[in-house]
């Protein structure tokens, strides 16, 4: 369940902080995005991403204690106590 979870939004308030809004009459963005276009760097960003995520979403989920923790460290998975892969 959480193989791409990265944070909630709160949690991304500094990995956004400097981001550019794009705006139709400035297509500078789409320039640079086509410019990066098979440069595969979905890795490296989604590992920047996650070093600002925050704590396991305990707001997001209800169930039995036992279930939810479960979800918090699946058996056979590498996460790390916030609910991300290592």
């Known amino acids: 369940m959480f193989a791409n979870f990265s944070g909630q939004p709160k949690d991304m308030g500094g ?9 139709d009459s400035n297509l500078r963005l789409q320039y ?6 098979n440069l595969y760097q979905s890795d490296p960003i989604y590992q920047d991403i996650v070093t600002y995520a925050g704590t396991f979403p305990d707001n997001l ?11 918090r460290t699946p058996s056979g998975s590498s996460r790390d106590g916030r609910g991300i892969r290592n």
């Open 32 to 37: 640079l995005a086509g410019l990066g276009l």
């Open 61 to 71: 989920f209800t169930g039995r204690p036992e279930t939810i923790q479960r979800s």
């Open 15 to 23: 990995y956004t902080k400097d981001a550019l809004i794009n705006h």
